[in-house]
């Protein structure tokens, strides 16, 4: 990509928006800068026609190795991105979890790829996923479609214990895997507000609830391959996790639903490739 369009792209935004982004080459490496985030509402904007996350600043080698793919029974393959899942997740805060889907998450314009996903459930949901509420008759279609959140909640409900194992495929660091998460629940939050779900009283003891989940992440880097695990246990509580030790827990429940539903959100799920992975493999279980 050469400097003369990152210049062009960079003055095309700058006169509507007052220089809300701007993008730069520098080092081999492709970097996109977020100004003045608070005038985009919602983290959506167009720039040249083309649809822009715009409230987060990404890092991203462009000539970054693949993962190495290990050649192992007991691992599954994310296509997309050569990083291999393990097919039972022991974390230390939930029983073992047994993978049901895997995808990558990509952000900006550009598809850029961001990290590989696991989504893992317990053994005992999985066997019992048609009596519960909404999932007898199940097909694929249903994760894809309006009901999705629903589904996932009555599997919650149950009660479930569920896990999404993050591993990035670029070097990456504790903060930036936060961010995004927590931007993540601030927009569900402004969601529930809006339809009503989220009381005053609600939203002061979410407020304390994030910064309790901010707090988790310690400062430092997170080299690729390595994983971060979020843990929703049945008791409804969330554990963060990092190669298999915890680094904190949470002890709101919505939080760690809300974490675990934004990957199957109808209009905008983290990873589209993880959701409908997911569908499919819920299927033989239902």
């Given amino acids: ?15 509507p928006v007052q220089r809300r ?10 970097t ?37 793919v290990a050649d192992d029974p007991n691992m599954v393959v994310d296509r997309a991105t050569g990083v291999a899942h393990a097919i039972e997740l022991r974390p230390a805060s939930a029983p073992a979890l047994a993978l049901v889907g895997v995808g990558v998450r990509t952000v900006s314009f550009l598809y850029m790829k961001v990290y590989s996903a696991g989504f893992y459930v317990d053994d005992y949901t999985l066997k019992r996923l048609p009596s519960l509420p909404g999932w007898k008759g199940y097909t694929p279609a249903e994760l894809q479609g309006p009901e999705a959140e629903t589904l996932i909640q009555s599997m919650l409900d149950a009660p479930a214990a569920v896990a999404v194992n993050v591993i990035p495929v670029r070097n990456t660091d504790f ?16 969601m529930g507000r809006h339809r009503g779900e989220i009381t005053p009283e609600d939203d002061a003891r979410l407020t304390d609830a994030m910064q309790e ?28 996790e990092y190669q298999g030790r915890v680094l904190g827990k949470v002890a709101n429940q919505w939080i760690a639903n809300n974490l675990i539903m934004a990957y199957f959100n109808t209009a905008a799920p983290i990873s589209p490739p993880l959701r409908d992975s997911v569908a499919e493999g819920l299927a033989k279980y239902a």
Wanted: aromatic share 4%; charged share 20%.
């Fill in 1 to 15: 990509m050469s400097r003369l369009f990152l210049r062009t792209l960079a003055a095309t935004a700058a006169r």
């Fill in 32 to 68: 996109l800068y977020a100004i003045e985030s608070d005038v985009l509402a919602d983290a959506k904007s167009v720039m040249a026609g083309l649809r822009v996350d715009a409230l987060e600043r990404y890092t991203v080698q462009l000539d970054a190795a693949k993962p190495v």
């Fill in 175 to 190: 903060a930036h895997l936060r961010d995004g998460l927590t931007r993540t629940l601030v927009g569900r939050m402004k």
């Fill in 213 to 240: 989940f901010k707090a988790v992440f310690p400062g430092g880097s997170v080299p690729k391959g390595n994983s971060l695990t979020l843990v929703r246990a049945a008791d409804g509580n969330l554990s963060v």
């Fill in 21 to 30: 982004a701007a993008a730069a080459l520098v080092g081999g490496a492709l």
